[in-house]
């Protein structure tokens, strides 16, 4: 398995254009893309830090995972994003080593990364994802 960089820090708002407004405003960042992704019930948009990126979450249903989320803990850190080369490999090493997966599979998600999520009970409390580009292709 190889982790490549952060892909991006998953930040669960209740209201976007607010939290956009404090990003642009305040930190001086530029949303650069604004996106819905239906079957997770969530609205993004995205800021470039260096190589990684922030990615505020608002729910588009109360009971989509963020909204759930913020029900149950408020706004804040919702996961944190790796991007790794071949995601199905490293999705099978993980499980290997005793990770329990939220997705067996990958999945395509916002800004069309294919992804897959490790349950936060095996990974000390952190809702960790894994991304990787289309174009990559596992071996």
Avoid: W
């Avoid at 254009?17 to 405003?25: D, V």
């Amino acid at each position: 398995m190889k982790i490549t960089h952060i892909e991006h820090i998953g930040i669960a708002v209740k209201n976007l254009q607010e939290s956009i407004e404090f990003y642009e405003k305040v930190l001086n960042l530029k949303c650069y893309k604004i996106e819905e992704v239906e079957d997770q019930k969530v609205k993004t948009a995205f800021f470039q830090v260096g190589q990684t990126k922030i990615e505020l979450l608002e729910s588009t249903s109360p009971d989509g995972p963020i909204g759930k989320f913020i029900e149950k803990k408020g706004e804040g850190i919702h996961h944190l994003a790796f991007a790794v080369e071949g995601l199905e490999k490293s999705l099978e090493f993980v499980s290997s080593k005793g990770v329990q997966l939220i997705d067996s599979k990958p999945r395509l998600g916002a800004e069309g990364l294919n992804i897959a999520f490790l349950h936060p009970k095996s990974t000390y409390g952190v809702l960790t994802e894994f991304c990787e580009k289309p174009s990559n292709t596992e071996n």
